[in-house]
């Protein structure tokens, strides 16, 4: 295998093990004009074997980006393979949708080469030595515009995105379509390497339609994709109770990624990012690699799962010997982060474990007391938490629960959701389906 | 000269240099009854002998903490020293008030102990290897309740609070008073020590309430306490320009210690506490020692002068390729702290410059971006920023105005103080030297 990327982020390296490409695949040359529009592909059987029974389809949906029910008309099908994606500060995160029906209509090379890309995404778990599939949030038989399939999620660092667009390149996924759909960041910085490296134009999906749409597509379509901490201090009592967001406007986002951004949302349609802040998952990440030696996201959690922030911080306790009565403070509230470490004496003897897990209390504090703040100025007692930062980081989950609980006197909610990081790209899938349906250009005609 | 505080913060070891104190003091025994209540002392000449000429007060004050003119009333005296001293977190500020008068009725012993104090405060700048005075905030001929004379400013580690107990037991510095009036969160924190080692009395002035006191004290003394940068981007053209809040309610004081209060003031009787942050001084300094060696507060900003954070930091143009027009986040704002830190070679190269600057930016950007929540909620357009984190710290002021200024469209006003992390102290002071009068008990009678 190979290791392409060395970048510090969970491990990925998407297509660097590429064998099942690089047998008998014809690559088309996409400098020269497409020789025929691609309305759809034939996907062969799932290399898996375990899905749902599949229906077939001859109806085109009015179900739109919500998924929804299929109606009697055949569904319209863009060029496969079917992707959204988000290209974020640290992370790419890749969402696959993979119909169950046999699509018709396709030239055979492209048959051959959806089944090899299918086969490679689905067949793996990982993919290089930084790139994975997140197969426990897999969902299988959900709708989008007519079509029933798999979700499949996957993420890779974004310092691998040339790697990526460069494969697509040699290895002709790019014959496929004409157009790719992305979010972030990264949608607007890679556009022109991806034009110019792979003749594909990039539909930039807007970032926050594309969060609240991803959203409400999961929310919709996965049963207890919300859910907040009961008792969240208390490991023996504590426990995830599922709470359904779908009728609870207005309510608060965070979305913590590589840095935060706050939006309210009022309704399925009127939503405005109304904060953002640049301490978020990199913040967290990028301190611990300096001040701890750890190279991935999930070795700093674990590390910070083991520490004892209260060796690194000054606590309330240790400027008042105690509570601070008047402003309600209890004693061991942060009152400065990183405080005992001006002691030299303290510093020497920091540990690893320690200081990591003061570095993720300072990031999450942060990010709840703006999420607090926000909430109260816009009147709103629930604030929804998500991002791949809270990716097996059920300390700043239950941290923020309290925290918004404790500071609220128990008026406001901390809610979670499953699929973590993917809202955007699941989003931006939904905006490629539907793009394509209307005619808007994502087609190649 | 002794080193007893190896304590990161700038320098000090306030009465390590303790020669004057040995010679003949006569010290008594507080754990006796006082001989004698002790109105007030006489205070010889001042050493320095460059004092603007003394009037002799006569009369009472009816003044209050204002300072105010001189009434008819002679001036009530507490006992002496005067101080006020506030117990931050990391740092221990203390206002000494030099009246100018010669003042009536002390023992004979008492004016020699006051005398010594005096003369040990005043003829040095710094004391120990980690105490300073500021002589350059030093304020000459103002007035306290009916007395005129000359503020000191002192600055030592909170560090070396036992140390500084001890030598007012040991050298006969608390023979003077019974009673110590201090603010901040040590006032809680060494209230029994002081108690148990001195027998001292500690009130505790309430943190607030000082603070305010002293902003509304110092704005009225000191002509150009206040300003403003005119141009704080551009070197050139950058410059103070004093700007009054006397009569400029309501504003949002942001106190930048250890860690951070905001506060809405609202008229000279109406304050609140309104927001706080872990993420201040000490997280600056902390991560500093941690991050480059750095071992002073000086030596941090000083090192992040030299640095760019843009080698640490990721910035919105390192993830949009450019401004990000929707939110009208220009290419250079930080998009992610840190976020460069996530690659390994830039980690392994990242200079102690770089990163020294890219915690101060961090933290700076943080606090501007509370303090702009906070005005925004409150419906205020000027934040007065504060505290000790600032000193020395043109690069967090300028920071922070560019922030106000460029958020609120013009609209919001980033103002400064001249004498930082002062005004708990001062604030401090002023209730002392009230409560003796009013009678409340800090007088020993």
Redesign the interface.
């Known amino acids: 295998m190979l290791s392409w990327f060395?970048?510090?982020?969970p491990s990925l390296g998407v297509f660097d093990d590429m064998q099942d490409f690089e047998e008998g695949v014809d690559v088309p040359d996409r400098s020269k004009p497409a020789s025929a529009p691609k309305p759809g592909h034939v996907l062969a059987a799932s290399p898996a074997g375990d899905h749902v029974p599949r229906p077939r389809y001859t109806s085109r949906s009015a179900a739109g980006s919500d998924g929804g029910s299929l109606s009697s008309e055949a569904p319209f099908h863009p060029p496969m393979p079917w992707f959204g994606m988000d290209i974020?500060?640290?992370l790419v995160k890749l969402v696959y949708f993979e119909p169950e029906e046999v699509l018709p209509q396709d030239a055979e090379q492209d048959v051959e080469l959806s089944r090899t890309i299918h086969k490679y995404l689905t067949s793996n778990k990982t993919y290089g030595d930084t790139g994975i599939r997140d197969a426990h949030l897999e969902m299988r038989r959900v709708p989008i515009n007519g079509h029933f399939g798999t979700l499949h999620f996957i993420r890779f660092?974004?310092?691998a995105m040339e790697k990526f667009i460069f494969l697509a390149k040699t290895k002709g996924l790019s014959a496929l379509s004409s157009t790719i759909c992305a979010t972030?960041?990264?949608a607007?910085?890679?556009?022109?390497l991806i034009k110019q490296s792979v003749n594909l134009d990039l539909h930039k999906s807007?970032?926050?339609d594309s969060l609240v749409s991803g959203i409400h597509y999961l929310e919709l379509n996965h049963p207890e994709e919300s859910y907040f901490f009961e008792n969240p201090l208390d490991d023996s009592k504590c426990r995830k109770v599922p709470l359904s967001i779908r009728d609870l406007y207005p309510y608060i986002v965070v979305n913590v990624g590589?840095?935060v951004s706050v939006l309210l949302v009022e309704s399925r349609t009127k939503y405005q990012?109304v904060?953002?802040?640049?301490?978020?998952?990199?913040?967290f990440?990028?301190?611990c690699?300096?001040?701890t030696g750890a190279?991935t996201f999930d070795e700093a959690i674990a590390l910070a799962a083991k520490g004892d922030h209260r060796h690194?911080?000054?606590l309330?306790r240790?400027?008042?010997?105690?509570d601070?009565g008047?402003?309600q403070l209890p004693g061991d509230?942060?009152?400065?982060?990183?405080?005992?470490?001006?002691?030299?004496e303290r510093?020497k003897n920091?540990k690893p474990e320690d200081?990591a897990r003061a570095v993720l209390v300072?990031v999450t504090?942060?990010i709840g007391?703006?999420a607090m703040?926000?909430a109260?100025?816009a009147k709103v007692d629930k604030v929804v938490f998500l991002g791949n930062f809270l990716r097996i980081n059920d300390l700043s989950m239950k941290q923020l629960s309290h925290a918004m609980d404790f500071w609220s006197k128990g008026k406001f909610k901390a809610v979670f959701l499953e699929h973590e990081g993917y809202f955007g790209a699941v989003g931006c899938l939904l905006e490629y389906m539907s793009l394509a349906k209307a005619g808007t250009g994502v087609v190649d005609a």
């Open positions: 060395s970048h510090p982020y974020g500060g640290s660092p974004s310092s972030g960041g990264g607007f910085a890679y556009e022109k807007d970032e926050i590589s840095g990012r904060w953002g802040t640049s301490i978020g998952g990199a913040t990440l990028g301190l690699c300096l001040l190279k690194v911080d000054k309330v240790d400027i008042y010997g105690g601070y008047r402003f509230t942060v009152a400065a982060s990183f405080g005992h470490m001006l002691d030299p510093r920091a200081l300072t504090n942060n007391s703006m703040m926000c109260m100025n």
